[in-house]
């Protein structure tokens, strides 16, 4: 099985979709969560959203052991659903709060990368 | 149940031990056991599957039928519930349930390698997040939403860490003042060390019969009144809330359905406290305390002993220790002696209801036991 991360190209973020119901579900499912129907394709989103929360790892994980400290997060797709993902370089809680704005910014080995996003909106 | 902390045995020898030892208390020769289900999540890092064979034959019973039950930090909670419904349903009547782990042979690293595996490996720990991590997540989104302060989670590893004291089981025995909690280094935030339970080695043994069996061994019992498991989502991203656990809240409701109790009945219960947050959502979860409202409750002492309801008496995963697949089991071994008295200097005065709950990775499967005190 693949996960979220081995789709995500150019700034694009690989998800799955319902074909009946529209529905779009960021994790592995051969069902449609909210309909139940089987008819589940795969669909690229944008990658962007807000940090629903966060925490800054101070005691990494084995491939991330260069990287520490470094930060976690739960990110809200605008298109609407949730994902995972690693931001470098986030070392204290006053550089990440719930709600901030990011990006998908493509891959770090299987990591889905988020950036901060800069101004614009 | 043995010492928790770092032993010197593997797990085979270990859980062959505690199971002797359970048995010998209850009365019986292994030779009694209708069927035994044994957990020991992590025993690949012992090179050791399939391990119930090797215990049965440790125990002189290596016809007995066995099973390995994997539940993440659940399993043995998850081997007594198997071992509930074999009794219940009428096809056994004594079984022996244990659980065990070692985990002191690995590094810090390799360990949180092990644990990640007990995530959704391919979209959380791809993603550099470990188990004080993905826990680390759901306090932040705790605090966001209801205001949770780090001083009601140190208050949660403070109370925990003095239970343990007078608990000669415990891993920890060291007392945790708040000074020492804030300085100690930080883990994932919010998380500091004392946030965190340890990696410990050790095991636990439980011996459950049929009514009528129990009564002709024993005159002081304790009877199951609930067992009941439920799941959730497991990957945090696909949760509607990851402020509680909707498999623990939903695994409680059939508890004390089953019971026929109301959460204020309880008069003590081991909660999941893997880490401080834990316990405050658990005790959210299971109704003891409004949502939002069990950080609160903890800094206020309601679940110390001499509380409202005294949490985690035991010392909690947090300082008695979380050999993963040894804990269920423990919870269950604590809520005994509490509620047959034997609990010396932590004990519940008159307790008659306990509780344990305890959950699988972030809550993925969850299993909550009610047990009642029997005259
Ligand atoms: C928090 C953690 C990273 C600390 O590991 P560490 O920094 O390698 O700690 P060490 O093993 O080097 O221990 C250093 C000291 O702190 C103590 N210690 C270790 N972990 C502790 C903890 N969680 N709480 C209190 N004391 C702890 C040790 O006993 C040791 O004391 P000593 O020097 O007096 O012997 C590790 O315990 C951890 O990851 N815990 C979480 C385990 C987990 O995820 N479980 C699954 C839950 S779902
Ligand atoms: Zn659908």
Redo the contacts between chains.
């Keep these: 099985m693949s996960g979220q991360n081995t789709g995500g190209h150019g700034g694009r973020i690989e998800v799955y979709r319902c074909a009946d119901c529209g529905s779009v579900m960021a994790t592995f499912t051969v069902v449609c969560h909210s309909c139940m129907s089987a008819r589940i394709e795969k669909a690229a989103l944008g990658g962007s959203g807000r940090v629903q929360t966060f925490t800054i790892l101070s005691v990494p994980s084995e491939a991330f052991a260069d990287e520490a400290p470094y930060a976690y997060v739960i990110v809200r797709l605008h298109e609407g659903c949730t994902v995972s993902g690693w931001m470098r370089g986030v070392g204290s809680p006053a550089e990440l709060a719930i709600g901030d704005e990011v990006e998908y910014s493509g891959m770090r080995g299987q990591a889905s990368v988020f950036k901060k996003k800069v101004s614009g909106g | 149940m043995s010492k928790f902390g770092k032993m010197k045995e593997s797990s085979r020898e270990s859980m062959s031990a505690v199971s002797l030892s359970a048995l010998n208390d209850a009365g019986l020769s292994p030779r009694e056991v209708d069927s035994a289900f044994y957990s020991n999540a992590f025993g690949i890092t012992e090179k050791q599957l399939h391990i119930g064979p090797l215990i049965n034959t440790s125990l002189g019973i290596p016809e007995k039928p066995s099973i390995a039950i994997e539940s993440a930090c659940s399993s043995s909670s998850a081997a007594m519930h198997e071992a509930y419904i074999h009794i219940a349903s009428g096809a056994d009547d004594i079984c022996l349930v244990a659980g065990g782990e070692k985990l002191s042979h690995l590094s ?2 390799e360990a ?2 092990y644990f ?1 595996m007990g995530s ?11 188990f ?3 826990y ?6 705790h605090m ?1 939403k209801y205001g949770t302060t780090q001083k009601m989670l140190a208050s949660v590893a403070i109370k925990n860490h003095e239970n343990a004291l007078s608990n000669p089981h415990a891993h920890l025995h060291r007392k945790l003042t708040e000074e020492a909690y804030l300085e100690s ?7 500091r060390l004392y946030d965190c339970c340890p990696f410990s080695d050790g095991s636990s043994a439980v011996v459950l019969a049929s009514e009528e069996k129990a009564r002709e061994l024993k005159d002081e019992l304790v009877e199951v009144a609930a067992s009941e498991r439920a799941g959730s ?1 497991a ?4 949760r509607k809330d ?1 402020t509680g656990i909707d498999g623990a809240e939903l695994a409680g409701r059939k508890a004390f359905r089953k019971a026929k109790i109301s959460p204020s009945e309880i008069d003590v219960a081991e909660v999941h406290d893997c880490f401080t947050i834990a316990e405050i959502i658990a005790t959210e979860d299971l109704g003891f305390f409004k949502k939002g409202k069990g950080g609160e409750a903890a800094i206020q002492g309601e679940t110390a002993l001499g509380g409202s309801l005294p949490v985690n008496t035991s010392g909690g995963l947090k300082a008695k220790g979380h050999p993963v697949s040894a804990t269920g089991a423990a919870q269950l071994h604590e809520l005994y002696e509490q509620l047959l008295q034997k609990s010396g200097n932590r004990q519940v005065e008159g307790a008659e209801y306990g509780l344990a709950h305890n959950v699988g990775a972030t809550g993925g499967s969850c299993t909550v036991h009610i047990l009642k005190r029997r005259r």
């Design positions: 810090t690293m949180t390698s990640a959704d490996y391919a979209y959380e720990a791809i993603n550099g997040v470990t004080p991590g993905l680390a997540a759901i306090a932040v989104a966001n280094p930080v883990v994932a935030y919010p998380f989502v990957t945090l991203q696909e990851i």
